[in-house]
């Protein structure tokens, strides 16, 4: 099993920044892509910006220019740096990965770290 643990939301004033992390724990696993996804109250979860094997990124249109998704890989770990947050930022924020573990495709997901940007 392959377990993700998300650290770094809080409140935090428009304009201002935050950084997420998400470090992935378990035994013999190969992660493959990592994404961010956020769920705000009433809305279905999306996805904010994603990064392959290869740091190929892609982001949503609302985040883009704003956001940066960048990973570290001999930790385990996918950072999104968020830059001039808005209120509409707001949300419970996920991380996700894939991979492979013990030659078997697996999908993680965090327990969510809540954003809340205040206007």
């Known amino acids: 099993q392959v377990q993700l643990g998300e650290s770094g939301g809080g409140t935090v004033q428009a304009g201002g920044s935050l950084r997420l992390s998400c470090a992935a724990s378990g035994r013999t696993f190969r992660i493959n892509t990592m994404a961010w996804y956020r769920q705000a109250p009433g809305k279905q979860r999306e996805l904010v910006a994603v990064?392959?094997?290869?740091?190929?990124?892609n982001y949503a249109d609302s985040v883009k220019g704003r956001f940066t998704i960048s990973r570290d890989n001999a930790k385990n770990t996918v950072y999104l740096q968020m830059n001039s947050l808005n209120p509409e930022d707001t949300a419970v924020y996920f991380c996700?990965?894939?991979?492979?573990?013990?030659?078997?495709?697996?999908?993680?997901w965090g327990q969510g770290t809540q954003v809340t940007v205040s206007s």
């Open positions: 996700k990965a894939d991979g492979f573990r013990l030659s078997r495709p697996f999908e993680s």
């Open positions: 990064i392959t094997t290869g740091d190929n990124t």
